[in-house]
């Protein structure tokens, strides 16, 4: 926490060492959520990239009343929710036609390098609805409260709950069901 | 079957191993240092870095990497640390007297392996309560002063900045709830009213007596960084090495001194600061504390 703001104090005089320390610091935690959110490795990538870059230009402005991992954590959900809602189609698919996050479509360019473990998961995760999906890895991964979630979406805290609830339940049906298997 | 909370457990501790390609790395910085280059824009930038300028003078500070910044040093400690010496200087006495001070005028010398050592002279500083001001001297003139002003009730720190050679200024208001740890400044060590405080916070162990000038001294000398407080950021092969002479009879500071050395941000550096000639329990003239900006001075932000 000291250090975070130190790296924004030092940010916000024109450091160009903070910035790298804060990009350093927290890469891999964005585009984890992004990855995961978005059940699309170009697409975490695009959002996590685009965090930074306004996250950069944003020295003059920035006003941070809370911890700094937790605002580049929402910046990165708002950006997934806004590129979802522009890939509409992708938002619920069946079980037979979830993409692994990592799937095919990986080349050398690609910024992440992802395990199998996150490529599993986005499959599963692709599987629930995006608002229920990102009630449960908001909720769990990132460890915002169902207030800070319902806040930075503009819902009431019951709907964020009730998101969470049914996000829970399918992702339990969906575990079993593997089990089963 | 899995329960809930097993499904909430699972996804709480996944290890979604994840790395990143070190190459787009390079490039993603580049552009963002690009990116962060080009939003700072140049009247801005002159403003922030004098700012950093303003507030980091110290060179000790700079060693640091930026400023000591959460001094929470409470007077129970000093019980702990068990300096109480034979010869007659309490020393919680001494930190409780120090800050008990009216007001303080010290003058500091200080010299840095990263800062040309033709830049100034030494600087005097007046410390009151609530206001300080240093004046920077180069050849007996005044060419920078620096005016601090922490106020409790709003919780709000002003810092005020003059050069007298190019006739600018700047002033600077950091509010609590924004910039919390700028408040902090006030009770650093550099500050005379806590600088006992400090050494005696870090182990320490009791010099004796000497007589500086005249007058028979007892000293504490401390070589611990916790000294300091809570650093910052990450700094290597941090040495540092304090020494406190107080005078016998009055129990009031005489000379300080302190090294340090150590790597920040990949760059070694090596400080020395003394602060002599105190005068302590002084009542300073409110308006000698207050910044007067003179008319034909220019607010460095309109540059």
Redesign the interface.
């Known amino acids: 926490m000291l250090e975070d703001k130190v790296l924004i104090w030092k940010f916000k005089c024109g450091s160009s060492n903070a910035l790298c320390r804060i990009y350093e610091k927290y890469k891999k935690d964005l585009l984890r959520l992004a990855a995961i959110l978005s059940n699309n490795v170009s697409d975490a990538e695009d959002v996590v990239h685009d965090v930074f870059v306004s996250f950069a230009q944003s020295a003059e402005t920035l006003k941070l009343s809370g911890n700094l991992k937790s605002y580049l954590l929402t910046c990165v959900a708002n950006r997934a929710r806004n590129k979802n809602r522009a890939n509409q189609h992708r938002q619920t698919v069946g079980l037979n036609e979830a993409e692994p996050v990592v799937s095919q479509s990986k080349t050398p360019e690609q910024w992440m390098i992802c395990s199998e473990e996150l490529s599993r998961w986005s499959s599963i995760m692709a599987q629930l609805p995006y608002e229920q999906r990102e009630a449960v890895i908001l909720h769990l991964r990132a460890g915002m409260k169902f207030r800070q979630i319902a806040q930075s979406q503009g819902v009431s805290v019951n709907t964020i709950k009730g998101r969470y609830r049914y996000g829970l339940t399918k992702l339990r049906s969906i575990l079993n069901g593997e089990v089963k298997k | ?4 909370e097993n ?2 457990k ?3 501790n ?8 070190a190459q ?2 390079q490039a ?2 580049a ?3 690009d ?7 140049q009247q ?2 002159f403003i ?2 004098n ?2 300028r303003f507030i980091m003078k110290s060179p000790i500070t700079k060693l640091a ?2 400023a000591v ?2 001094a929470l040093v409470v007077l129970g400690l000093f019980e702990l640390t068990g300096t109480e010496s034979t010869s007659g200087v309490v020393w919680a006495e001494v930190a409780r007297k120090v800050q008990a001070s009216l007001g303080s005028i010290v003058r500091c010398r200080a010299t840095t392996s990263f800062q040309p050592s033709d830049e100034t002279d030494y600087s005097i500083r007046y410390t009151s309560q609530r206001y300080s001001r240093k004046d920077v001297y180069k050849a007996g003139q005044i060419t920078e002063s620096y005016y601090e002003d922490f106020d409790t009730n709003t919780m709000t720190y002003t810092m005020t900045y003059f050069n007298h050679i190019h006739k600018h200024y700047m002033s600077r208001t950091f509010n609590k ?5 700028f408040l902090e400044q006030h009770d650093q060590w550099m500050n005379p009213r806590y600088l006992v405080q400090r050494i005696l916070s870090g182990e320490h162990r009791n010099l004796g007596q000497k007589t500086i000038e005249g007058i028979s001294c007892e000293g504490i000398e401390t070589t611990d960084p916790a000294a300091l407080g ?1 650093l ?2 990450p700094i290597n092969r941090l040495e540092v090495e304090m020494r406190l002479w107080v005078n016998v009879e009055t129990g009031y500071p005489v000379l300080f001194e302190n090294k340090m050395s150590g790597e920040a ?1 990949g760059k070694s550096m090596e400080s020395e600061w003394v602060m002599d000639q105190f005068q302590w329990d002084v009542e300073l003239d409110p308006s000698f504390l207050e910044p007067n900006i003179p008319p034909d001075y220019v607010d460095m932000r309109s540059l």
């Open positions: 079957m899995r329960s809930a499904i909430e699972l996804v709480k996944l290890d979604l191993g994840i790395d990143t390609n787009t790395d993603v910085l552009e963002l240092l990116a962060q280059k080009k939003s700072m824009k801005s930038a922030l870095q700012i950093r990497a930026t910044i959460i709830n924004k910039n919390e740890f809570p910052p950021g941000e």
